[in-house]
């Protein structure tokens, strides 16, 4: 299973650094005192891992919360020659759909793309 990434740049801050390493002192205290769900059987090393790492990612996505991704647009929103050309694009499109006949997207797109 895929795990959330978590939002890790907020450990640059001092308050969160904090926040966390008590939040895991706490939580893997309580994971030492407690019994072994297995009683007949000793706990493996890999389950003790997996506890650890479980209880680990509760603790920062509990703190830190989960990245959210953001795309930004790779131009200025003030360049005017590509909104110009993203508009001419767009139109064009436009009529394209209503008319497959129409080359005037197709030139618009390439210009498009080669000036921006």
């Not at 959330?4 to 895991?24: A, G, N």
């Not at 909104?83 to 064009?92: D, F, R, V």
């Amino acid at each position: 299973m895929r795990r959330k990434k978590l939002d890790v740049i907020k450990l640059t801050l001092d308050e969160y650094k904090e926040q966390l390493q008590d939040t895991l002192n706490s939580q893997l205290g309580q994971a030492e005192t407690q019994p072994s769900s297995n009683s007949n059987h000793s706990r493996t090393v890999d389950d003790e891992w997996t506890r650890i790492k479980d209880i680990t990612y509760k603790a920062a996505s509990d703190t830190l919360g989960f990245a959210t991704q953001t795309h930004e647009d790779w131009f200025d929103d003030n360049d005017s020659a590509a909104s110009s050309l993203l508009q001419t694009a767009h139109t064009t499109h436009l009529a394209y759909i209503n008319d497959k006949q129409n080359q005037a997207y197709h030139r618009a797109k390439q210009q498009a793309q080669a000036k921006l």
